[in-house]
């Protein structure tokens, strides 16, 4: 079955790139900025990966956000798990 997760944040004052190699089938990561939102979608095939991986991964890219690129969740800040 396919899944989906977000992280929606404030958009970085520069322009970024986010990127990822895929750890297995049926992931991809996406990112896009919309009305001064960062967007960042993880897709994935539950008969690979669990949730709990996937809520894992999002976390490493919360905390790179932040320590990288300065961009906290912040009040604005969600995530959404998506079935």
């Known amino acids: 079955m396919s899944r989906r997760a977000m992280i929606v944040a404030p958009a970085p004052r520069q322009p970024c790139t986010v990127c990822a190699d ?3 089938p049926g992931v991809v ?3 896009w ?3 001064g939102q960062l967007n960042i979608e993880i897709h994935w095939n539950s008969a690979y990966h669990s949730d709990t991986v996937i809520e894992q991964a999002l976390d490493l890219v919360e905390e790179a956000l932040e320590s990288e690129l300065g961009v906290g969740m912040g009040k604005a800040g969600k995530r ?3 079935i």
């Open 80 to 82: 959404m798990l998506v």
């Open 29 to 31: 990561l996406g990112q």
């Open 22 to 24: 895929p750890t297995g």
């Open 33 to 35: 900025t919309f009305r």
